[in-house]
């Protein structure tokens, strides 16, 4: 997972303080989750997934599909 949204970010040219400042967290803090020194935690899982528009199992590697899920059935 650390090394995929490390990925995430340097595709799209970010650095880690402008993710950190998109989060709204310090750039410490998610410099040690692409660290793996820090879980991740869901609510986060959650905002990193909607700002790059993946699946939050891309995140996870648990598959290399990073299409994400936009809603429900009816």
Known sequence: MYKR??????DRDLTQ???ADNL???????????SGNLDVPSSVLIRLS?????SIDYIL?????SKRFNGMRK
Do not use: C, K, P
Request: hydrophobic share 25%; charged share 25%.
């Open 61 to 65: 590697g648990q598959t290399d599909i």
């Open 17 to 19: 303080q402008q993710l």
């Open 24 to 34: 709204n967290i310090s750039q410490a803090t998610y410099s040690r989750y692409e």
């Open 5 to 10: 949204i490390r990925d995430l970010r340097e």
């Open 50 to 54: 909607e700002f790059y528009n993946v």
